[in-house]
């Protein structure tokens, strides 16, 4: 198995010279490596601990998010909104600054997502199979269509018990791509606008986005793969902060509670090798364009 994992021993979150030794890692991530920063710890304040429990969800969705300009907090239970919000808006500014430095390349191009707490355990999560994280997958969805923008994610465990957050990751894009791509049909004709028109999808579905949604349907409903592809299991103690792409790394969660999570979005020519991005190699691999 490849080596996927690069430690890196910065301690800050934003630019402080020597302290910040980190750097020349865009090739790394589009690569498909995982950032991952032991001493790079996300610092509670005042009485955040206290919402370290999962009783601060509303229990309607597995995330406590922000949303629109007003950062509006979904998913959390009304006492603790104000402080949440707080806690994930921190957690935004100090993401931004970490993704600001250590990818000049990116900067000025990275757009902030919603950012999440994941206060919920991933153990014993009754789900369908198509949202069940513990198995492989590649991030896509299936009603925001990426059109080739990538996904950077900023990953924090936060968990006070020691718990670590468990991944599984699995083989390289293109030999995973290169697997099941042969079998998935090419989208039905009219079926974008189709989707488009019923508001299944904010935007019409690119074919791109077709191709990334059934490899992350079809990955999650191979169990001999899942049993079988080659993989290696990676704990984040709590304390660490992660950063990867997860349209392209196969990941699944096993374990963990009590993480943070900021997602950017990226136009793929912005980035150091756009030939990298999985826009471009199921482009290479389907000899035709995507969008
Ligand atoms: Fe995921």
Same mark, same amino acid.
């Given at each position: 198995m490849r080596d996927i994992l690069q430690i890196c021993e910065d301690g800050d979150w934003g630019d402080n010279g020597d302290r910040t030794p980190t750097h020349g890692v865009e090739s790394v991530i589009e690569h498909g490596g995982i950032l991952c920063f032991p001493n790079l710890r996300f610092e509670l304040?005042?009485?955040?601990r206290r919402l370290l429990d999962a009783g601060v969800a509303d229990g309607s969705?597995?995330?406590?998010? $922000?949303?629109?300009?007003?950062?509006?907090?979904? &998913?959390? !239970? +009304?006492?603790?909104a104000d402080a949440l919000r707080r806690m994930i808006q921190r957690y935004r500014v100090q993401a931004t600054s970490l993704a600001e430095r250590l990818f000049p390349h990116y900067r000025g191009r990275l757009k902030p997502g919603n950012p999440s707490y994941r206060p919920v355990g991933i153990e014993g999560?009754?789900?369908?199979?198509?949202?069940?994280?513990?198995?492989?997958?590649v991030d896509a969805f299936p009603s925001n269509p990426m059109h080739g923008r990538r996904l950077l994610r900023v990953f924090h465990?936060?968990?006070?018990?020691?718990?670590?957050?468990?991944?599984?990751?699995?083989?390289?894009?293109?030999?995973?791509?290169?697997?099941? $791509?042969?079998?998935?049909?090419?989208?039905?004709? &009219?079926? !974008? +606008?189709?989707?488009?028109?019923?508001?299944?999808?904010k935007s019409r579905r690119?074919?791109?986005?077709?191709?990334?949604?059934?490899?992350?349907?079809?990955?999650?409903?191979?169990a001999a793969y899942q049993r079988d592809a080659p993989q290696q299991a990676i704990d984040f103690v709590p304390g660490t902060t992660w950063v990867v792409y997860s349209d392209q790394v196969l990941h699944a969660a096993m374990g963990g509670q009590f993480m943070m999570e900021q997602t950017f979005y990226l136009e793929p020519a912005d980035l150091q090798t756009p030939a990298s991005a999985p826009l471009a190699v199921l482009q290479r691999l389907l000899g035709r364009p995507l969008l």
């Amino acid at each position: 198995m490849r080596d996927i994992l690069q430690i890196c021993e910065d301690g800050d979150w934003g630019d402080n010279g020597d302290r910040t030794p980190t750097h020349g890692v865009e090739s790394v991530i589009e690569h498909g490596g995982i950032l991952c920063f032991p001493n790079l710890r996300f610092e509670l304040i005042d009485d955040e601990r206290r919402l370290l429990d999962a009783g601060v969800a509303d229990g309607s969705a597995k995330n406590i998010s $922000l949303r629109g300009p007003n950062d509006e907090v979904r &998913g959390a !239970a +009304a006492v603790h909104a104000d402080a949440l919000r707080r806690m994930i808006q921190r957690y935004r500014v100090q993401a931004t600054s970490l993704a600001e430095r250590l990818f000049p390349h990116y900067r000025g191009r990275l757009k902030p997502g919603n950012p999440s707490y994941r206060p919920v355990g991933i153990e014993g999560r009754e789900t369908s199979w198509r949202k069940d994280d513990t198995r492989l997958h590649v991030d896509a969805f299936p009603s925001n269509p990426m059109h080739g923008r990538r996904l950077l994610r900023v990953f924090h465990n936060l968990n006070p018990h020691g718990q670590p957050r468990s991944w599984r990751v699995g083989e390289p894009f293109e030999d995973f791509a290169r697997r099941f $791509l042969p079998a998935i049909p090419r989208p039905l004709p &009219g079926s !974008a +606008a189709l989707l488009h028109a019923l508001h299944v999808t904010k935007s019409r579905r690119s074919p791109y986005d077709h191709y990334m949604l059934q490899l992350h349907d079809r990955v999650k409903a191979d169990a001999a793969y899942q049993r079988d592809a080659p993989q290696q299991a990676i704990d984040f103690v709590p304390g660490t902060t992660w950063v990867v792409y997860s349209d392209q790394v196969l990941h699944a969660a096993m374990g963990g509670q009590f993480m943070m999570e900021q997602t950017f979005y990226l136009e793929p020519a912005d980035l150091q090798t756009p030939a990298s991005a999985p826009l471009a190699v199921l482009q290479r691999l389907l000899g035709r364009p995507l969008l």
